[in-house]
């Protein structure tokens, strides 16, 4: 059973940084792309980075481009997202997400991302 587990949010003030890590366990993600998304309360989730299983694609939101990083470590089977320069609109529940099918390319589009994490929320006061 593939789990993806986050941590790392929290409150924080406008302009601080947070890095948010997600632990996978029940399959190996090497192979895999990988993805953040948010919810905040009242919107649909979107769509904040992903990354390619190779490590060498990465996209981002343009809400977060050049505030946020994606990153994976594959030997600790983990995804992070370092954010900096945070905003109050920033505040949203944060869910990683995990591709179905190895080697394919990263999407955007958060269905077709089959494993997603229970979330974690990051608040930033302004």
């Known amino acids: 059973q593939v789990q993806l587990v986050e941590s790392g949010g929290g409150l924080v003030q406008a302009g601080g940084s947070l890095r948010l890590s997600c632990a996978a366990s029940?399959?190996?993600?090497?192979?895999?792309?990988m993805g953040w998304f948010r919810q905040a309360p009242g919107k649909e989730r979107e769509f904040v980075a992903v990354?390619?299983?190779?490590?060498?694609?990465?996209a981002y939101a343009d809400s977060v481009k050049g505030r946020f990083t994606i990153s994976r470590d594959n030997a600790k089977n983990a995804l992070y997202l370092q954010m900096n320069s945070l905003k109050p609109e920033d505040t949203a529940v944060y869910y990683c997400?995990?591709?179905?099918?190895?080697?394919?390319?990263?999407?955007?589009?958060?269905?077709?991302?089959?494993?997603w994490g229970q979330g974690t929320q990051v608040t930033v006061s302004s």
């Open positions: 997400a995990s591709g179905l099918t190895p080697y394919s390319e990263p999407q955007i589009n958060s269905d077709t991302y089959t494993y």
């Open positions: 029940g399959r190996t993600i090497s192979s895999y792309a």
């Open positions: 990354i390619s299983w190779s490590v060498t694609r990465t």
